[in-house]
């Protein structure tokens, strides 16, 4: 059973940081890749990034990648979400998500999801 754990979200004022962490288990993920998705109120779910547990092949959202940058400890079966120069409008829950096997990073679709974490961002 694949399990996916997200922490560090919170509040921040609009020009701070903060950085996601997803914890990964139940599975071996290197053929696969995990990725970050978020969700803001009365909108859809939206792709931010993703990276490849093999050769940490990233892939960004093109709003996004000045701003964020997505990394993973493939030891620790851990990926993480650095966000930089917040801005209201990334105010949204932020989902971590796992495939079990890509062909390339552009083709990243989902097979686990996490449960969530908040990011507000105040302006």
């Known amino acids: 059973q694949v399990q996916l754990v997200e922490s560090g979200g919170g509040l921040v004022q609009a020009g701070g940081s903060l950085r996601l962490s997803c914890a990964a288990s139940?599975?071996?993920?290197?053929?696969?890749?995990m990725g970050w998705f978020r969700q803001a109120p009365g909108k859809e779910r939206e792709f931010v990034a993703a990276?490849?547990?093999?050769?940490?092949?990233?892939y960004y959202a093109d709003s996004l990648k000045d701003r964020f940058t997505i990394s993973r400890d493939d030891a620790m079966n851990t990926g993480y979400l650095q966000m930089n120069s917040l801005k209201p409008e990334d105010t949204a829950v932020y989902y971590c998500?796992?495939?079990?096997?890509?062909?390339?990073?552009?083709?990243?679709?989902?097979?686990?999801w996490g449960q969530g974490t908040q990011v507000t961002v105040s302006s």
């Open positions: 139940g599975h071996t993920f290197m053929r696969g890749a």
């Open positions: 990276i490849s547990w093999s050769r940490a092949n990233t």
């Open positions: 998500a796992v495939a079990l096997f890509i062909y390339t990073i552009e083709t990243f679709r989902p097979d686990y």
